[in-house]
């Protein structure tokens, strides 16, 4: 790394952040944006920290990235690709003059204009190693998708071994890392005292999505430890597209609804684009109008802000080059109730008890705080207690969203940092420890499971599971004779079935190398790294050293078409790890080493290894009626295991290593 300096880029779906950090001659660490050199709306050059995530193809020129192609929005939409973030991972593709593009290759023009624009910082070399933020929701294929761009703009995937480098970093988590990093900087007041263990949930929604992470942070006192903080990650929410977008979306069709009085659709395809992108554009100018207002009243100390009667004047004439307009008052109140399905101001901490009941209200900035705390609960036993909340995104500065989350959690959010900028820095502040030789950990963001006959789940990984983490294996049997391929559609959510809110990621197809018979048993296992991609090996029973070819597809499928129903094991599959039990000590993986030891033990000692075996399971089954003698199943099972582990250390057995993306 030249002249010791490090790399954060915030690829957004509205803008897109850079920020490089180095450490001063006092040893702590200092970040900054990057100003980007940018076309600014009138296409000169100009210097920004905020790159709008905007790509206009223009035939006949290079691709235009940021305020300009913006700008062409109103007028040459259909040349204008936006929020492509929105899309990774889906097999989406545009379609512009004769060419397909993907949402990998408009991030890649995004990160490349980033990368050019950090040149001046770097020796006059353009940066290739460098960490990119992803929403902590995003599943294997979106992860896959932005290492594709990061590959395209010229970034560095691997070490100079070949070995791959996980240059992708949660957003939440980095919005942590640099309020951390600041707070330990001075650069900001200690607000939080971490002497103490502080569970802190991170709170970031921005243009096009939400996530909300929760985190349980000490500093640490061990001198051994180069990390100035212990950080362990507890849960993470469901995918959420929900950003600035949807609040606008929703405003401009309440002003359709309310105000235009002619026929759209009427005005021709081109126009009618136009007609609703320039309400678009109001609805966008009329929040920020708005929100700039009640800032104004809190500047000045003055919180009881609605008895001032706040509100703005929304005109905009000659509505996409027509002669119609609109004028029209809209207070703040009017705003809040327009935005309600948003707010959801009816859902309570008490929602926890019924999250089932709520798969069609998934869309709005609580649910995914609820599901956060849900899977905590999983995981720790009880509902924790928020010591914190870290606001963070650029949709989070507004007054709604700000006092939503507030009367959720009965105390003010933490705006200590700068909501647009802190991602970006946070990055820099984790590729700066990764260059230090500093790990911090990683868990599975929600569960993944393969859909079979009959709309269940057979789950391979489960949320909260740290990362990197190796499944056990699973087989099935060919439905039919003369097989050639299956096809597999995985599903993410914690529903054991494959129903809302639980929703379908990837189909992946397997193809033999020959017909196959009906109930041939095929195996698989997965191996999900730390970057939060999983890999898979799929292969008969009886030839486990030939591996089948796994493909991405993108196809529905009808529930016929769907794999049978995987074969059950002795004993049956678990439910779920720990589903009544706080996940902690060895029992949270308990069903990855017994099948482990199973394997390992096959041809071993058979009769102490059935006897363990259904002790094991006599123990599993018994865990609903047991839960408040957790401590002793902990300790019943680690002696079990240590036992397991003594007698089977004199055998070694091939480790099968992934090999295909999934």
């Not at 207002?293 to 905009?316: A, K």
Request: proline share 6%.
């Amino acid at each position: 790394m030249a002249r010791n300096l490090y790399f954060g880029i915030d690829l957004g779906t509205t803008n897109s952040v850079a920020a490089w950090g180095q450490e001063n001659k006092e040893g702590k660490f200092i970040t900054k944006a990057v100003e980007l050199r940018v076309l600014d709306e009138k296409r000169n050059p100009s210097k920004e920290k905020m790159l709008p995530s905007c790509v206009y193809y223009k035939q006949g020129e290079p691709p235009t990235v940021g305020a300009y192609a913006r700008r062409m929005l109103s007028t040459q939409s259909r040349r204008v690709i936006k929020s492509a973030k929105s899309s990774m991972g889906t097999g989406k593709k545009y379609r512009i003059d004769d060419q397909e593009i993907t949402p990998a290759e408009v991030s890649s023009l995004i990160l490349k204009q980033i990368a050019i624009s950090s040149r001046e910082f770097n020796l006059g070399l353009v940066p290739d190693d460098v960490v990119i933020t992803v929403p902590a929701s995003f599943d294997p294929d979106q992860r896959a998708d932005t290492n594709e761009a990061a590959r395209l703009a010229g970034f560095r995937l691997t070490d100079d071994d070949g070995k791959p480098r996980n240059i992708l970093l949660n957003e939440p988590t980095a919005a942590l890392y640099d309020f951390l990093n600041r707070q330990d900087n001075e650069e900001i007041p200690e607000v939080l005292d971490l002497s103490e263990p502080k569970a802190i949930l991170v709170f970031d929604i921005g243009g096009g999505t939400l996530d909300v992470s929760l985190h349980e942070v000490t500093r640490n006192t061990d001198p051994d430890n180069a990390l100035p903080y212990d950080i362990r990650p507890l849960a993470i929410s469901r995918h959420t597209l929900l950003g600035g977008d949807n609040f606008d979306e929703l405003l401009q069709r309440f002003l359709i609804d309310k105000l235009v009085k002619i026929d759209i659709d009427a005005l021709g395809e081109i126009r009618a684009d136009a007609f609703r992108s320039d309400i678009l554009d109001t609805a966008e100018k009329a929040k920020i109008e708005l929100n700039s207002r009640v800032e104004i009243y809190r500047n000045m100390g003055i919180d009881d802000y609605d008895s001032m009667n706040i509100s703005c004047e929304i005109l905009r004439p000659y509505i996409g080059d027509t002669d119609y307009g609109i004028d029209y008052e809209l207070s703040l109140q009017e705003y809040r109730q327009i935005m309600k399905p948003y707010l959801a101001p009816d859902l309570t901490i008490d929602a926890l008890d019924k999250l089932d009941t709520l798969s069609g209200r998934t869309d709005n900035i609580i649910y995914p705080v609820l599901d956060v705390l849900d899977k905590a609960r999983s995981k720790l036993g009880s509902v924790p207690k928020i010591d914190a909340v870290l606001m963070n995104g650029g949709m989070s500065k507004l007054f709604a969203i700000r006092e939503r989350i507030h009367d959720f959690f009965g105390f003010p959010p933490l705006e200590v940092g700068d909501p647009d900028l802190a991602v970006a820095r946070g990055a820099s502040v984790y590729h700066y420890w990764r260059h230090k030789g500093i790990k911090t950990p990683e868990i599975q963001n929600d569960d993944i499971g393969i859909a079979v006959q009959g709309g269940g789940l057979q789950k391979l990984i489960y949320a909260g599971t740290t990362l990197p983490f190796t499944t056990e294996i699973f087989t099935f049997e060919i439905p039919k004779d003369d097989a050639e391929r299956i096809d597999l559609p995985f599903y993410k959510g914690t529903r054991s079935d494959t129903l809302p809110p639980n929703r379908k990621i990837a189909t992946r197809r397997i193809r033999f190398t020959s017909p196959q018979s009906a109930e041939t048993p095929i195996q698989i296992q997965g191996l999900v790294n730390e970057a939060g991609t999983l890999s898979l090996n799929v292969w008969r029973e009886d030839d486990p050293e030939n591996l089948y070819t796994v493909d991405n597809v993108h196809t529905d499928m009808t529930e016929a078409e769907l794999p049978p129903v995987f074969v059950i094991p002795e004993g049956g599959f678990k439910k779920k790890p720990d589903e009544n039990l706080p996940k902690s000590g060895i029992v949270e993986n308990i069903p990855m080493l017994t099948k482990k030891y199973d394997r390992i033990m096959s041809d071993h000692d058979t009769n102490r290894l059935k006897q363990d075996t259904k002790y094991y399971m006599t123990l599993m089954k018994n865990l609903e009626r047991v839960q408040t003698c957790s401590k002793i199943i902990r300790k019943t099972c680690k002696k079990f295991f240590t036992t397991r582990r003594r007698e089977s250390s004199k055998i070694s057995r091939k480790n099968v290593q992934p090999k295909t993306n999934i």
